[in-house]
């Protein structure tokens, strides 16, 4: 199949699920066996890393005026909440982080098209998805316990089939933190680590190694980033009306199609 068709069709599957909380990473790895890609992992990964950054680049655009005045009061007013925000954003960072930076080939190596474990690892957030569903609506905002607690989740749904935002707002509601809010500090949170990880490959010269043609990579991003707009706002309504339990059943579905296929 063509790289620029392929390259649409995996832009608007990352735009589409990478706020639904169903693994983006893992429809990516399934998309790529059904368009049987055949690039080389380190491609695939950097295909993969940039679809993630153009959804990371929708998420500013959705909550700009939040990320806006985070920033200014964080500057004018000392002793802000918005810094305490500021601050739980990093502390959330952290594991992620770490895993990423020294365990980055070991990453990469999850993301060879292994539908098996894209299988098991949906299962895992189905489960988390079920339970998260049912737990008590509140008030409560997030604190730097809640914050390190959601980063580990975060740095854990690394894997592919774990999905981050099901993981990390799942987290955060079965904590007791309140929905809206959990939805909007997952989200938030996963902004630096993204254009971290972009910042990284390019200084790494990871990009070189993609071939003589960016126009893929160019255009999955487009795709991503206009299907992401849409996607982010349609997952916070979603998770105000407390109706996961429905993305759970589809990541077994899911699932279970995947593990039934790769073991044909």
Sequence with gaps: MSEIIEAIILGVIQGLTEFLP?????????????????????????MTVSLHAATALSTIVIFWKDIWEIITRAIVKVG?????????????????????????????????RNLLLVGCMLIVTGLILFVADRAKHTTKSVGFKEAIIVGIAQAIAILPGISRSGATISTAVLLGVDREK????????????????????????SFQSY??????LVIGFACAFFSGLAACTLMISIVK?????????YCFAVAIIAIIYSLR
Excluded: C, N, T
């Design 182 to 205: 959990s939805a909007r500090f997952s989200f938030l949170m996963v902004v630096p680590l993204i254009f971290g990880k972009m910042a990284k490959d390019l200084l790494d010269g």
């Design 22 to 46: 169903v693994s983006s990473s893992g429809h990516l790895e399934i998309g790529k066996v059904l368009l049987q890609d055949d690039s080389l992992d380190e491609q695939s990964m950097l």
């Design 211 to 216: 071939g003589s043609s960016y126009l893929p």
């Design 241 to 249: 009306r407390s109706q996961l339990k429905y993305f759970s059943y």
């Design 80 to 112: 802000d909440e918005q810094r305490s925000f500021i601050a739980k954003i990093i502390v959330s960072m952290i594991p992620a982080a770490f895993i990423g930076i020294f365990f980055d080939d070991l990453i990469e190596s999850f993301f060879s």
